[in-house]
């Protein structure tokens, strides 16, 4: 480990290798920069009763060196009080290591595989580096800018499922490991306003009813039908199954809506709606 002055210039000049450089601070014990292949990573790392303890500190630039001199001052001061927390980043939870746990307890918890699905689409949305990165370290103006660049490349409603995700796994995280920090990261991103859902209007509906009436697959024609007359979600209707009905009550029953088994409800068929499943039935038929 090579001992350097940690200054400003100094940390601004170093340039980035195909190998890791690890450099100690000459006046202050402890305090050091890691520079990797992309990043330069300051750090504290001390010992406490013979097992060394390591503070992860932040990134330049976004942390100046002064910055970073100050809080390893702090850890220093901590850690001869002895109430540091050791924070490396060897074996810290991240995204990446804590979805297995997230995924498996909101399965636990009966949430639907649409739902779960779309939690794997919003971790596959993060980059490599904030799935990567201990959780401890994630910061609001980190996920601002993540949140930023999801919305850009896939979209404003899949950026409000991004941080919506990781809001929630993060005080899962919190769950097994009191010693992160309070809140979530995501709490200075601003929820965008949903879109309006067009709604067709009543002079359109005679036109709508020929287009469907017109429609070669009897399946299709009464799907679109029921749809219309039962208001149930789009996936709640492609996952229909003739086991689930009811003729006696006249029910159908819809296992895994929206919020998972614990939403789980009958839908209540009107004689129109029959006639649809009777008629879908009959069009299936060999």
Request: aromatic residues 6%.
């Amino acid at each position: 480990m090579a001992i350097a002055k940690l200054t400003e210039k100094f940390a601004r000049d170093l340039k980035h290798g195909d190998r890791d450089l690890i450099l100690r601070d000459e006046a202050l014990p402890g305090f050091l920069l890691r520079i990797g292949k992309t990043t330069k990573t300051f750090s504290y790392r001390s010992e406490i009763g013979g097992k060394a303890v390591s503070i992860l500190l932040g990134q330049y630039p976004a942390m100046t060196v002064a910055q970073a001199r100050t809080a390893a001052e702090k850890a220093r001061a901590d850690n001869k009080a002895g109430t540091i927390v050791n924070t490396g980043a060897r074996g810290q939870a991240t995204i990446a290591s804590t979805w297995p746990k997230f995924e498996n307890n909101r399965r636990d918890k009966g949430r639907s595989e649409n739902t779960i699905s779309d939690s794997s689409y919003s971790m596959a949305r993060l980059s490599e580096e904030v799935r990567n990165m201990p959780l401890r370290k994630l910061t609001n103006s980190i996920m601002a800018e993540e949140i930023d660049r999801v919305r850009l490349k896939h979209g404003k409603m899949a950026g409000n499922n991004t941080a919506r995700f990781v809001r929630a796994l993060y005080r899962f995280a919190r769950v097994l490991d009191k010693t992160l920090p309070d809140g979530h990261p995501c709490e200075a991103i601003v929820m965008l306003k949903t879109p309006a859902q067009p709604v067709m209007p009543g002079e359109m509906f005679a036109a709508w009813s020929a287009e469907v009436a017109a429609l070669e697959n009897p399946i299709h024609r009464e799907a679109y039908r029921f749809a219309l007359l039962s208001g149930l979600r789009r996936r709640d209707l492609l996952t229909l199954e003739w086991e689930h009905l009811d003729r006696t009550l006249q029910t159908i029953h819809i296992p895994k809506p929206k919020g998972g088994t614990d939403k789980a409800f009958d839908l209540v068929l009107s004689s129109a709606l029959m006639d649809c499943l009777d008629r879908a039935r009959d069009g299936s038929a060999p």
